[in-house]
């Protein structure tokens, strides 16, 4: 069958889109992506069996809700007219929507109106990530619009996926009747354990932050606890890769701090570059805090992490209390720079015990890897566009 993918998102950087489209590919399938284009990115490419149509440029630079806006309605413009005539030429059968925003899911309405399946991906949940990253009130005119775009997007939609459990209820309750949560689990294909085992003599010791660089994701929080115990753990860096709208006052941090020895502030690379990058760090970190958006939005870093064998300091939120416990992850207070400078601290003066839970955590994250559980995927496409759903055997690779 012919699907499509639309996605306000680089391709090469968004590991969600990319399992997905390769996935299907692999299986036999006609897909296409709609996307991003990065530099010297070409219009049409392929990859893996995959069509990517990039068309439109961005830069992560928007500081008001306005500039952000404007980015997405260009794009959803653009997306609706390529996605129009190419339903006409080619009639999928299924396109898989991904948000933010919500709304993009109306760029399939030709092809909705000529029979084809539309899937909403819901990585992030719009409202509450609109109100923590503007300061909006929860009540505000904002607030209640995006919350009203989220109910006309998902009764458009013939299925919606969410990217967790705690949003699979709050969106179910609110805006969904058909919703199928799907973690964004990690690839075995691509995240794979390679540290060697021996420390060459002073080699510097990497705590590691990969991702979007926004005020909920406490990345500021990592900096300032490295700059708090420096001088107990003179081998110890920060590296930092990632884009975002925090990323000019990191920058700025990192210089008030007198850390530009110590932290590195990297651009974002491929999927396939932060897999290996990933799995050379020491320590992984995911500082998120815990108020508002980022105390239920899971980070799928954390299952990276695990699934390269590398332990991981994690902030103590509502949604990775929900998925872990304290024999997978060593647990800080969230927002709170003293208790995960500590967490640093005790995690490398006492790295066998670390490394312990970096076993276990490895074996969770195996059994809830995408080789295992992309079945989920495949029986929802197959449900929605009536076929019988077969069990496939899992793809696994050696571990």
Known sequence: MRICHVAYTFYETDNRVMRYARDMALDGHQVDVIALRGPAQRFVECADGVRLLRIQRRSITESTPLAYLAKLLWFLSKSTALLSLLQLKHRYRVVHVHNIPDFLVFAAIVPKLTGAKVVLDIHDIVPELYAGKFGAHNQSSTVRA???????????????????????????????????????????????????????PGDRFVFLYPGTLNHHQGVDLAVRALSLVRDEMPDADLHIYGDGPAKPSLAKLVADLHLGDRVRLSDRVSIMEIARILATADVGLVPKRADGFGNEAFSTKILEFMITGVPVIVSRTRVDEHYFDSTLVRFFDAGDEKDLAAAMLDTRRHMDAAMVRADNARMFAIRNSWQRRGQDYHRLIESLIGETSHERPPRLDPV
């Open 146 to 200: 995006l919350l009203t775009i989220e109910r006309a997007s998902c009764s458009f939609a013939d299925h919606v996926i969410v990217a967790n459990d705690l949003w699979h209820d709050t969106v179910l309750h609110r805006s969904a009747k058909r919703c199928t949560t799907i973690l964004n689990y990690p690839d075995t294909a691509l995240f794979k354990p390679i540290r060697a085992q021996a420390r060459p």
